[in-house]
């Protein structure tokens, strides 16, 4: 299996949850829900230990989650790293951000979740691209941030 698109172990989780008899409920638990993330401690197939997990515990489903990076997302990230780091066209935002085109139409994170007891139970698979896709989107949310916080500042300091 290729480490860079996450689509074939995608299809092998699919087929294991439903030969354990679990339904997919198609949705991503998102940061602000109380959970705790299943630690695979390097086994690449942790999460068939998880979702053995989810049906010992009598989970009803398993919330089902994937990000495939789609061209639109990534030409988006690409037009904000050039304008964050204007005119330096070879600033290492950019070129990152370019590099990854390679990644395109490619899966590269899956969260499997349950509930038990009020509280969400995780597991995330990803690729290094994604993780370096997501490190980017936030630096260039906190440059606008900044961005942002100083033309405020500038605007206050016009109005005394």
Excluded: C
């Excluded at 074939?8 to 030969?19: N, P, Q, T, Y």
């Excluded at 390097?42 to 398993?62: L, Q, R, S, T």
């Excluded at 904000?80 to 994170?109: C, F, H, I, W």
């Amino acid at each position: 299996m290729s480490t860079d698109n996450l689509l074939s172990l995608k299809d092998d989780m699919v087929a294991f949850i439903e030969g354990h008899g679990l339904r997919r409920l198609p949705g991503y638990v998102t940061e602000d829900i109380p959970s705790i993330l299943w630690e695979s401690q390097g086994n690449p197939d942790a999460w068939k230990d998880f979702v053995e997990m989810a049906k010992h515990v009598g989970a009803p489903f398993i919330t089902f989650s994937e990000m495939t990076l789609e061209r639109e997302d990534l030409e988006s990230l690409i037009e904000e790293a050039g304008e964050m780091n204007y005119p330096d066209d070879e600033s290492s935002e950019l070129v990152e951000a370019q590099l990854l085109r390679k990644y395109t139409g490619m899966v590269g994170y899956v969260q499997l979740g349950f509930i038990y007891q009020g509280m969400a139970f995780l597991h995330e698979t990803t690729t290094e691209w994604y993780e370096r896709f997501q490190s980017l989107l936030e630096d260039i949310d906190t440059f606008h941030d900044i961005v942002i916080d100083d033309h405020e500042h500038h605007h206050d300091d016009e109005d005394e």
